[in-house]
Every structure is written in C-alpha cells, then in structure tokens.
C-alpha cells in the first residue's frame, strides 16, 4: 500500500460565511401526486449592475437544476444539500430551472428547499429563496428550462413548511468544515447481504465496497472531505489510492484530499470484521471544478453509505483501480441508521 504523492492530508480551511436555508420554504406543485415537478423561478438584475456569479444551494430527493437551460448538477437526498456556482448569468432576464421527483419512499417528503445569491462585479449581492414567487407544473414540458419557455399558465409553488419544520428538519451543507457533523441520522450503515438471521454461522472476514460517483456536467472532482466510521478495521481508497485506515467504529476519521481531475471519483473500502456488527457509516462531501474552461464553476455535494455502493465477499487485487470492474458486485444493504448501532 502506498500513499501517493498526489493526494495530500491537509487541515481544513476557515470556514467562509456562507448561504443558508434560514429564508427558505420547502415547496411543491399543489398537489399530492407523486412523480416528476418542474420549477421555474424569473430573475431580473437590476439595471447597471453586472453579474460576476451565482451560487445555487438546493435540497430535494432527485433533482436537476439548471440555469438559462444550462444544467449545472444533480442530487438525490434532501437531508444533504448541494451548490453550484455558474458565471453564466445575463444581464437583465434569467430563469432558475429545477426538475424533481418525488422520492419512491413517502411522498409527503417530496419538496425542494433553495437559495440563490447572485453576486454583481461591484461585490453587491442578491438573494432568491424557495417560496411562492416560484412556478410550477406537474408535468415536466420539453424545453421548460429555457428562458424563452412560456410558462403563463404555470400557478405559483405551495409553500409546504420553512426550512427546520417537520418533517424535513435540517439539512446538512457543504461547508469547509462540516466534516465534524455530517455523520447524522440521516447516514446508514451499510455492509453485504451477508449478515445472517440468528443462528446461522455468521462471516467474519474482509469484504470490499466500492462507490463510483460522477460529477455534474463539464466538472472534474478537485477535493473530497471525507468523514467515516468503519466497524471493525478498514482501509480507504479514492481513486485507487489508499488514503486512510483504521480499526474501529468508536474511531470516526476525518481527512480532506486533492484529487487529481478524473472522470469520475471511485470510493472503495476493504472492510473487515472481527466479531460483532460490521458497518461502514461515511459522508464524502466532493468539490468539483469547471476548470479549465470555467474555472468559476465549481459545486459541492454529497456522496453517502447507501446502496448506490456495491460490495464483493472476497477483497480481490486492484479491486480499489477507478476502471476495476464491479459490474457483477451486489448493490450496498443498509443494516440502520447510523444512531442506531452502539
Ligand atoms: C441561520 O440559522 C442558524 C441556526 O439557527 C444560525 O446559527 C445562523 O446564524 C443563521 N444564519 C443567519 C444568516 O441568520
Ligand atoms: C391549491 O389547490 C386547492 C384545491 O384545488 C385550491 O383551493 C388552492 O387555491 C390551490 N392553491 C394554490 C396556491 O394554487
Ligand atoms: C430521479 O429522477 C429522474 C427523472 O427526473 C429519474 O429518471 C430517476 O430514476 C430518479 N432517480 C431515483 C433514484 O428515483
Ligand atoms: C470585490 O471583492 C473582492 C474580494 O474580496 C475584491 O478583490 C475586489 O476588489 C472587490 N471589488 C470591488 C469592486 O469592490
Ligand atoms: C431551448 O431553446 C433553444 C433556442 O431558443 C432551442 O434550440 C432548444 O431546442 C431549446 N431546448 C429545448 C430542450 O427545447
Ligand atoms: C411519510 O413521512 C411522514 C413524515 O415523516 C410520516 O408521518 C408518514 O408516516 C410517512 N408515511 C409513510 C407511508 O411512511
Ligand atoms: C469545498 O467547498 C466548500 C463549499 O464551497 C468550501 O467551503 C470548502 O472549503 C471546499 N473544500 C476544499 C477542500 O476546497
Ligand atoms: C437521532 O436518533 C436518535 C436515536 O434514534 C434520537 O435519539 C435523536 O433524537 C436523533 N437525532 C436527531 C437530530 O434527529
Ligand atoms: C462479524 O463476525 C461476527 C463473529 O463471527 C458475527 O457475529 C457478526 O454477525 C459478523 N458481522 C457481520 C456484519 O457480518
Ligand atoms: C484487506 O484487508 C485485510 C485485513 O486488513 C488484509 O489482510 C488484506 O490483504 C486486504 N486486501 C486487499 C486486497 O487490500
């Protein structure tokens, strides 16, 4: 095992204040169905001013945002938001676009929560939230995303609670130092199918995880902040390097990386079990870049112990190499949430 040159333990950076969700609704289309709702919400910039950005900070169980048709990302769990930065704003009419689903589970949870601040050249800003100026349809036309698309028709987003009530709560976003906390309620332990029904003989051994996550549109992942609390001795891969071990669930390790601009971030884990529960409980908040076409387009978002991981009963050579092939691997089972395990 080597730790390569090319990833780089770091300490964190001071935090930046940045936005929040204290303003924002949770919305949707007025009605209790299920499936697929598509937002528009205008914007105008004020006359003489120039845009430098904006960034976009969002929540929702699946959805796609773009801006002036332009998709900038995607996300998948509502609990842990994600933001992007475009430059890609006009002056004078812009449409922030986003298309969610509600989720397959409860759709009494299907809402998005959202804040826009878009900030001009002379270092002024504006702030847009999730609320009533919204639109919304529940069908997802062709072509809504555009500024030219006319959504006269379209009514105006119900407000379904602010942001902190029931049943949402609080959604974790990425920030320099949310490490520390991202390991909430919200995270799972996962680990194989194997885990038996008593009495059957139960396995120890190792067993290898691996997670492949790609990032938005014309972006290259740049760091990863990773928080994991693995049961019972592991060691940690990004992109084929090994860049943390450890023995213990009581052991929470923290570590931020660089990554070299890949195609995709590969996480894999050889996880072994001593005796009693085998786990893994991970947050992997992953900063993308634009560069070098946009180097101002960067996001931040979550990947999570769930079961978009694929887990193999033996840990075979190279199984941590981006490109090994997993496609036989049996997707993650989550065994609880991460409270739930002692
Ligand atoms: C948003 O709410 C949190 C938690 O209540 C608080 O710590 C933070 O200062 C608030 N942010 C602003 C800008 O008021
Ligand atoms: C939502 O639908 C109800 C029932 O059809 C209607 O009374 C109400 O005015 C609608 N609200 C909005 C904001 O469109
Ligand atoms: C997310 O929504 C898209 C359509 O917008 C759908 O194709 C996809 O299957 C959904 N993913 C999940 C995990 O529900
Ligand atoms: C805007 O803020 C940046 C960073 O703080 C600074 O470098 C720049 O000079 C400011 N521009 C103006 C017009 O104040
Ligand atoms: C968006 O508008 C452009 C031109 O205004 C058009 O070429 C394009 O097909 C539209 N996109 C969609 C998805 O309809
Ligand atoms: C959906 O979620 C709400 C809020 O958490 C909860 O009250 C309700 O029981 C859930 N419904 C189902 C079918 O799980
Ligand atoms: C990742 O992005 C977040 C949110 O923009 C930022 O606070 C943090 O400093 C970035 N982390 C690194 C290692 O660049
Ligand atoms: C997390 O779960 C534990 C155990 O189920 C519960 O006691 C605690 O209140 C939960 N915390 C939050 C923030 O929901
Ligand atoms: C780990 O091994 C122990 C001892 O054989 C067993 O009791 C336990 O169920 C195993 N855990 C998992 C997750 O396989
Ligand atoms: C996986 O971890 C176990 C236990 O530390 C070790 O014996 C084994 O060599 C590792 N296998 C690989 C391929 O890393």
């Not at 069908?139 to 009514?155: A, F, L």
């Not at 999570?304 to 941590?320: A, C, I, M």
Request: a negative charge; hydrophobic letters at 40%; proline letters at 6%.
């Amino acid at each position: 095992m080597f730790i390569h040159s090319i990833l780089t333990l770091v300490t964190l950076a001071t935090s930046t204040a940045g936005l929040d969700f204290n303003a924002s609704a949770w919305i949707w289309a007025n009605d209790t169905s299920s499936g697929e709702v598509a937002f528009r919400r205008h914007f105008t910039t004020p006359a003489g001013k120039t845009v430098a950005f904006a960034d976009t900070l969002l929540a929702a169980e699946n959805f796609t945002l773009f801006v002036n048709g332009e998709e900038l990302g995607s996300g998948a769990n509502y609990q842990f938001a994600s933001t992007f930065r475009t430059p890609f704003l006009t002056s004078g009419f812009n449409v922030f676009a986003v298309t969610a689903m509600s989720g397959s589970t409860n759709s009494t949870l299907a809402a998005v929560l959202a804040a826009i601040q878009i900030t001009y050249s002379d270092n002024t800003t504006d702030i847009i939230v999730s609320d009533n100026n919204w639109l919304t349809c529940d069908i997802v036309p062709e072509g809504y995303q555009n500024t030219s698309y006319d959504d006269r028709s379209w009514p105006t987003a119900v407000e379904k609670g602010l942001y902190g009530t029931a049943p949402w709560g609080q959604v974790v976003i990425p920030t320099a130092t949310s490490p520390s906390s991202t390991l909430t309620n919200a995270t799972n332990w996962i680990w194989t199918s194997g885990v038996p029904a008593w009495p059957s003989p139960a396995p120890l051994g190792s067993r290898a995880f691996r997670l492949s996550w790609t990032p938005p549109p014309r972006q290259t992942a740049i760091s990863a902040s990773i928080t994991a609390s693995i049961n019972d001795e592991y060691l940690f891969f990004v992109n084929g390097n090994l860049v943390a071990g450890g023995y213990g669930y009581q052991l929470t390790q923290q570590f931020t990386i660089y990554i070299l601009p890949a195609p995709k971030v590969v996480f894999a884990v050889n996880a072994t079990n001593d005796s009693g529960p085998g786990g893994i409980a991970a947050t992997m908040q992953i900063n993308t870049s634009g560069a070098p076409a946009c180097a101002e387009c960067t996001s931040s978002s979550f990947a999570l112990s769930d079961t978009n991981w694929k887990w193999s009963n033996t840990v075979p050579d190279g199984f941590e190499a981006p490109d090994f092939d997993d496609s036989s691997w049996s997707p993650a089972v989550v065994e609880a949430v991460y409270s739930a395990l002692p």
